[in-house]
Nanobody, 121 residues
Framework: QVQLVESGGGLVHAGGSLRLTCAAS????????VAWYRQVPGRHRALVTI???????NYADSVKGRFTVSRDNAKNAVYLQMNNLKPEDTAVYSC???????????????WGQGTQVTVSS
């Protein structure tokens, strides 16, 4: 059973940066589609990025130009670099992975526990 663990969240001022890490229990990222979601209380979980096994990433319009996904297969990790953070980026960020694109995109894959990102104005 694949396990995912997110880390790197925290409190940052608007305009600041954070890098989140999604670490896997095995060498999966070259074979799994990986997505980052975020959720605020009272709202549905929102897809932020999705990365194919080939390394191509699609970004939500709200984060384009500010967020970047990278992958280190040797470390079994996917990173979400978040720059120029805004208060509206405040949320719990979670990664999910599945070998099938539509499953990962739909949130049906394996999930980590999430990490809180708080951006103060």
């Amino acid at each position: 059973q694949v396990q995912l663990v997110e880390s790197g969240g925290g409190l940052v001022h608007a305009g600041g940066s954070l890098r989140l890490t999604c670490a896997a229990s095995g060498s999966i990222f070259s074979k799994y589609v990986v997505a980052w979601y975020r959720q605020v209380p009272g709202r549905h979980r929102a897809l932020v990025t999705i990365t194919t096994t080939g390394g191509s990433t699609n970004y939500a319009d709200s984060v384009k130009g500010r967020f970047t996904v990278s992958r280190d297969n040797a470390k079994n990790a996917v990173y979400l670099q978040m720059n120029n953070l805004k208060p509206e980026d405040t949320a719990v960020y979670s990664c999910t992975a599945d070998p099938v694109y539509t499953v990962a995109a739909g949130g049906g894959g394996v999930w980590g526990q999430g990490t809180q990102v708080t951006v103060s104005s």
